[in-house]
């Protein structure tokens, strides 16, 4: 298996040294230093990039410059998709985002993990593990979803939570840890 398959398999995979993924990165960073520097009033420009980056989008996507990513191909975005300023999302796993989500300033979604053990994690191994968000979601501003995660239709993050494990649908959830506050 490459590296990359191990990623998306779940296994400890080589993040650091292995150079077919360090090149990767190098491609996608350089083509989100274009992204991000496109003029803003340019939006059918910004949209041709960002759909040619990500894996899987909708027809309708907006996602505010500053945006950084992994790898963009394990993204996957559903219809009707907005993302405001700093967006981080850290796709070593899968992230599957649903049809009319949208995502306030500084938000980060992270797929990656690192083995609590000292050596494998001074060789460069690290962990994937996918995030799923569902439709009709509303992630408030500086959230960060931790690898793993699911969230349900319909629910709300409030902002500056931490999202440590799932959230069902139908539910506002805020926090650190996250944990629901009341049900929809």
Known sequence: MTEAEKALAGLLYDANYDPALIAERGEVKYRLQIYNNTDPRELAQRETQIKALLGKTGKQILIEQPFYCDYGRNI?????????????????????????????????????????????????????????????????????????????????????????????????????????????
Do not use: M
């Open 76 to 184: 996957e975005v559903g219809e009707n998709f907005y993302a405001n300023v700093n967006l981080v999302i850290l796709d070593c796993g899968k992230v599957t985002i649903g049809d009319n989500v949208f995502i306030a300033p500084c938000v980060g979604i992270h797929t990656a993990g690192h083995p609590l053990d000292v050596k494998q994690r001074n060789q460069g191994l690290e962990y994937a593990r996918p995030v799923t968000i569902g439709n009709n979601v509303w992630i408030g501003a500086g959230v960060q979803i931790l690898p793993g995660v699911s969230i349900g239709d319909n629910s709300v993050i409030g902002a500056g939570s931490v999202v440590t494990k799932s959230v069902p649908e139908n539910v506002v959830a805020a926090g650190n840890p996250c944990r629901i506050l009341k049900t929809l």
